[in-house]
């Protein structure tokens, strides 16, 4: 988008391969994009992701320099002006486009003031059939993906499969690693041909690279008949979303998945990682109360202080990234706030929009509070507002958070242990 609304002229550009996007597209559409939010909607609305592309200088990350390479694919570049007469408000635009908007409900009263934001929404919610080949990932110098894996069968390696989650892309099972007896989580992504090396460099990398007690520890990697298996620390508790739609949290609680959550980020933004995806299924739990942030697919270095490329997941996806402005590491505590939120209110704000329009409200609204204001403590809302404020110049780092007085009232993780044995019998 080269020229501002009030020209009269919107440019917005979306690098793709149109044949392969515009089948997905048709394909999802009705599951993406659909405005009644059943509770098949709001778990595919929890797993959008959108990623976009980024620069691609030389930076350093645990003291290798690392090459970031070029975008793949095709361009196809867009010519959008405003029209007011026409049924979306815009002239030039393509078809799938126009279906975004109308199934999002935005009329030619709403896209001229707005237009940049809408036509940001819609690349960040098309670019989710692109992910690989729009992403520019970290990589050691002179690695390819089979520099990483280990050269055995994990058939033979791995036995007791049990599948706990599955995505579009990758299934996870529960495992035991048969020369130790040892349970593992396994992540089988279905088929690689599908996945840049580069890709998937990137998530295991820095699975490897990152050592931390709140980041889930990688095991191995490896190739067996074209799906790749990565096996990483099996937590008991699988998922913080699944006690999150089961129980209600308490300030306390709320304030110790916050600190650990926060002592994980602290480590990647001390070595200028982005996680770009903070959410609660996001977040493993273990049997003795660990909290651990997992999945790194989306995880990118941080290049001269500030990053452009669309990523994240709609409903927890900060401002600055929905409008397009460069960013930081502050986008992952954004994010961290919604997910306390989401903690205190049983789901992330504007949850029973679609996306786009959530993603319109995230742009033009004030920064989301808790539904209740009377219920919660003024350090409660004080924490919220410090991880929220729509100016990200002003939003608090993971270090200032960490000596917020609401952090510091935080509960130990007892509490998790007692609701994993609920769980258990319930």
């Known amino acids: 988008m080269d020229e501002e609304p009030n020209k009269k002229t919107t440019k917005g550009s979306l690098t793709t391969a149109m044949n ?12 993406n994009l659909e405005i009644n939010t059943t ?27 690392i090459p970031i390479g070029a975008p793949e694919g095709f361009k196809r570049t867009v010519h959008v002006s405003l029209d007011p007469h026409s049924d979306t408000g815009f002239k030039g635009i393509p078809e799938d486009w126009r279906n975004i908007l109308q199934v999002n409900g935005f009329s030619t009263e709403q896209t001229p003031q707005d237009s940049k934001i809408l036509l940001n929404g819609i690349e960040i919610l098309t670019n989710e059939a692109t992910r690989a080949s729009r992403t520019k990932f970290i990589s050691p110098v002179g690695k390819k993906l089979d520099d990483f894996l280990i050269k055995k069968d994990p058939t033979k ?9 599955e995505g579009a892309c ?7 690693y048969l020369p130790t007896n040892k349970l593992c989580a396994i992540k089988i992504i279905k088929d690689t041909v599908n996945a840049t090396d580069e890709s998937l460099i990137n998530e295991i990398y820095i699975m490897s690279a990152c050592k931390n007690d709140n980041i889930v520890e990688f095991l191995g990697a490896y190739l067996h008949e074209g799906q790749l298996w990565i096996s990483m620390e099996f937590l008991e508790g699988g998922k913080l979303t699944d006690l999150i739609t089961k129980v209600e949290f308490s300030e306390p609680e709320i304030g110790y998945v916050c ?32 909290v651990k942030l997992a999945d ?17 997941t709609p409903y927890w996806m900060a401002p600055e990234v929905v409008m397009g402005t460069p960013y930081d590491s502050k986008i992952d505590i954004w994010s961290l706030g919604i997910m306390a939120l989401e903690m205190a209110d049983g789901d992330p704000p504007h949850m029973h929009l679609p996306p786009l329009r959530a993603l319109y409200q995230i742009a033009k609204q004030p920064a989301p509070k808790v539904q209740d204001l009377e ?12 991880c929220l404020r729509k100016d990200c110049n ?25 609701l994993l044995e609920w769980k258990k019998n319930n």
């Open 39 to 65: 509770k098949a909607d709001m778990q595919a609305k929890r797993t959008m992701t959108s990623p976009g592309s980024a620069r691609s200088p030389k930076p350093e990350i645990m003291g290798q320099e």
């Open 259 to 290: 600190k650990e959550i926060l002592q994980s980020l602290k480590y990647l933004h001390r070595e200028k990682l982005l996680h770009r995806d903070i959410k609660s299924d996001n977040v493993l739990i273990g049997a003795k109360g660990e």
């Open 20 to 31: 392969f996007l515009n089948k997905i597209l048709r394909r999802n559409r009705n599951k």
């Open 296 to 312: 790194f697919g989306f995880c990118v270095e941080l290049v001269n202080d500030k990053r452009k490329t669309v990523i994240g």
């Open 170 to 176: 990758a299934t996870v099972y529960k495992g035991t």
């Open 394 to 418: 002003t939003r608090l780092t993971a270090d200032q958070l960490l000596q917020h007085k609401f952090i510091k009232q935080a509960t130990s993780g007892d509490f998790l242990i007692r």
């Open 157 to 165: 390696l791995f036995g007791n499969l049990v599948r706990l989650d």
């Open 375 to 386: 219920k919660w403590s003024p350090e409660f809302q004080d924490f919220l507002e410090c």
